[in-house]
């Protein structure tokens, strides 16, 4: 069984900074890719940033420039490090993996999920 444990998170004025870090826990297996994904009420989730297995990050556009997301791959972590936020990019944010278990073949793993509040 695989965990994605979140932190991070909270309420911060515009044009602040926050980190959102998520760790991968459990025993045998294979990251294939690891992000965040955010959620407004009464919206689907939509991807603000993937990394992939072969070290490439795709990036939202409305966060691009302003977000950088780093993969420790011998943790098994990401961090989501959000600067300028804007009161739009208020939502839960879930941490996202694609992995696969060994033995066995890929899944997609979310995290419980954190709010970030971005308000004056």
């Known amino acids: 069984q695989v965990h994605l444990v979140e932190s991070g998170g909270g309420s911060v004025q515009p044009g602040g900074s926050l980190k959102l870090s998520c760790g991968a826990s459990g025993s045998s297996f294979i990251i294939n890719a690891m992000g965040w994904y955010r959620q407004t009420p009464g919206n689907r989730r939509t991807m603000v940033a993937i990394?992939?297995?072969?070290?490439?990050?795709t990036y939202a556009d409305a966060v691009k420039g302003r977000f950088t997301l780093s993969r420790e791959n011998a943790k098994d972590t990401v961090t989501l490090e959000m600067n300028n936020l804007k009161p739009e990019d208020t939502a839960v944010y879930f941490c996202?993996?694609?992995?696969?278990?060994?033995?066995?073949?890929?899944?997609?793993?979310w995290g419980q999920g954190t709010q970030v509040t971005v308000s004056s």
């Open positions: 990394d992939n297995s072969s070290g490439t990050t």
């Open positions: 996202y993996a694609i992995i696969r278990t060994i033995p066995g073949e890929n899944g997609q793993y």
